[in-house]
């Protein structure tokens, strides 16, 4: 990694302006129903803390229309984040303004601020100058630590760079940019990439893009029915992107010519409607009768992945095989998270690409049994397409 990272910083009396990603989802009552984000941001926070640095932290929360909405408010996390730390977390009511000037100028040695939800703000997403001036000028150093947004140029994540230095990565951001860039860069062969997720739309790059790179792409999913449309099979009313057949038959044809192997989906558990307790049966993906739809993949599929996974040294995996959600559709999804866990075990590099997947792995129980659950759907999937994430390359490099 040719990017400075918190171990770069001098910390003692420092003001560090910490973008982490508390992005968590909350329950109707306003609990953090998963606290992994908070969990991973832990060991960056500590280090600045035990440096003798001070942390202001700031993160969004949700899709707040324009204003603040109590619903998207980040005190809870403060609240739960203190208990973690074992100390207040201070809270500022806003993340601009006065008011939140001079809770910032009043902090000591020991003291945490975490600023209001930056989405309050319709700045943040535009990137506004003076919006990210304001916000830099609470830090003596910037470090960004929320991988999870490391894809988008927002004020807080690129803009707040033209105005302080220096900037770095914190923990989080180091350890998910060195797995994806071995999955990328230098994989151990043989490479296998499972590719999941209800649409194509949102996964045709990085299947062009791994297509030359791994030993055997996996597609599975929702996105499978179109590829099926594509070969001209009779696929029910299964999801399908009518407007995206033409692209999946170009995608087929450059896996003929590609030399690389793929796997698509051989059976597939279908259902007559789209609720858990539907009627359900299993028929291979030539026989789906009309009327009928797939929402998972069948236990043929999970034995021909099984014995491409049982080999492999490196697996990335984005997007679950079915409607996972629904029980009696979430054993593909399940048996791939099982796969993994298995193939981690015997020493394989495992990397599951944030999303979905990952909270799919998180329900099953399976995080602790990968080698890597990235906190960063969109930001895993555009790293794995080669593209130059903004949060990243606004960094301080080495």
Not at 138 to 149: C, E, K, L, S
Request: contains cysteine; glycine residues 10%; charged residues 25%.
């Amino acid at each position: 990694m040719n990017t400075k990272t918190i171990d770069d910083l001098e910390l003692r009396g420092k003001k560090v302006l910490a973008r982490v990603d508390f992005n968590v989802p909350m329950t109707d009552d306003v609990k953090i129903a998963d606290d992994k984000r908070i969990v991973e941001s832990l060991p960056t926070i500590r280090k600045i803390m035990d440096g003798g640095g001070i942390p202001i932290l700031m993160s969004h929360l949700g899709r707040p229309k324009g204003g603040p909405s109590p619903e998207f408010s980040l005190k809870p996390v403060a609240e739960y984040l203190g208990t973690l730390l074992s100390t207040k977390v201070k809270f500022a009511n806003d993340c601009i303004g006065t008011e939140t000037k001079s809770m910032v100028d009043a902090l000591a040695v020991g003291d945490v601020l975490m600023l209001e939800n930056l989405r309050f703000h319709a700045e943040e997403e535009k990137n506004n100058p003076e919006f990210a001036k304001q916000l830099a000028s609470y830090g003596d150093a910037y470090v960004n630590d929320a991988f999870g947004t490391a894809h988008r140029a927002h004020a807080s994540t690129e803009g707040v760079t033209k105005f302080l230095k220096p900037c770095v990565a914190g923990y989080l951001m180091k350890k998910e940019i060195e797995y994806l860039a071995q999955a990328v860069g230098n994989p151990k062969r043989p490479y296998v990439a499972i590719l999941g997720g209800a649409k194509i739309s949102g996964k045709i790059d990085v299947i062009q893009s791994l297509l030359p790179k791994v030993d055997v792409l996996v597609i599975g999913g929702g996105m499978a029915f179109t590829f099926f449309r594509a070969q001209g099979l009779e696929v029910g009313d299964s999801l399908v992107e009518s407007e995206k057949v033409s692209l999946a038959k170009q995608i087929l044809e450059e896996i003929k010519s590609s030399n690389r192997r793929v796997i698509l989906p051989i059976d597939c558990i279908i259902a007559d409607k789209f609720e858990n307790n539907a009627q359900r049966k299993t028929v291979p993906v030539n026989k789906m009768p009309a009327g009928w739809r797939g929402l998972d993949i069948g236990p043929e599929t999970v034995k021909l992945i099984k014995l491409e996974v049982k080999n492999a040294k490196t697996i990335v995996w984005n997007g679950p095989m079915g409607v996972f959600e629904m029980s009696n559709f979430a054993n593909g999804t399940l048996e791939i998270a099982k796969l993994l866990a298995e193939a981690t075990k015997a020493g394989a590099t495992t990397i599951v690409g944030g999303g979905d997947s990952a909270a799919a792995v998180a329900q099953m129980g399976f995080e602790s049994s990968i080698s890597h659950v990235s906190t960063g759907g969109g930001a895993s999937l555009e790293f794995l397409e080669g593209k130059v994430l903004p949060g990243v390359a606004a960094l301080d490099a080495k």
